[in-house]
């Protein structure tokens, strides 16, 4: 595939000496296959953009993606060009999603190796219009978003009410104290202060 110089629109300052101070960063790109084209022409932003956006074009599928499940055949051609959804929606949040599709038959030779070799009518899924759509991992997260809170008979979260030993009247204790076997529960148990105990 032949490459052609790019511009990404971008400036850089020039280093001195450089007139105007300013030098183009371009970068190698392979060119976009118009035989038309002179080699070191610059394709328009408008001609960039409407190419590269959501629509269909002609696409080499793989027949076994289509036919998983028929694997004891080989298949000749292997692939076949199908109009399929393809490009940029403007929009991360979007993708490029077939709007209506229709079904293209087409004559595909079919071997069973060592046995048998005939053409079939396949049949293939093709895209005839495309469109923009919210993503699904975006929608599905957007809509469990909006499942939380909603209806009734949904438990209300607590609030966490922390109070402190001072503010219930109870003195801060740094070791547990287990309370001896024979003492009854309502008995007190009196314990020296830290400092004593060393």
């Not at 400036?11 to 060119?31: D, I, V």
């Not at 292997?78 to 929606?89: H, T």
């Not at 219930?168 to 547990?176: A, D």
């Amino acid at each position: 595939m032949p490459l052609a110089r790019l511009d990404t629109g971008m400036r850089e300052p020039g280093g001195p000496g450089q007139k105007g101070g300013l030098k183009m960063l371009s970068q190698a790109a392979p060119t976009l296959g118009d035989g038309e084209r002179k080699p070191n022409e610059v394709i328009k932003f408008l001609d960039v953009y409407e190419r590269s956006y959501c629509r269909t074009i002609e696409t080499l599928v793989d027949i076994f993606q289509e036919y998983p499940d028929e694997v004891e055949y080989i298949f000749k051609p292997s692939c076949v060009p199908l109009m399929r959804c393809a490009g940029c929606c403007g929009d991360e949040g979007l993708e490029c999603v077939p709007g209506e599709v229709h079904n293209v038959t087409m004559e595909i030779m079919r071997i069973k190796p060592h046995q048998s070799q005939h053409i079939a009518y396949m049949s293939f899924l093709q895209h005839s219009k495309c469109e923009c759509r919210p993503k699904k991992d975006v929608k599905a997260k957007q809509e469990k978003k909006s499942k939380r809170g909603k209806g009734k008979g949904q438990k209300r979260k607590r609030k966490k009410v922390t109070v402190s030993l001072a503010q219930r009247g109870e003195s801060t204790c740094l070791y547990k104290i287990p309370r001896p076997v024979n003492v009854p529960a309502k008995t007190q148990i009196h314990v020296a202060n830290r400092g004593s105990l060393s």
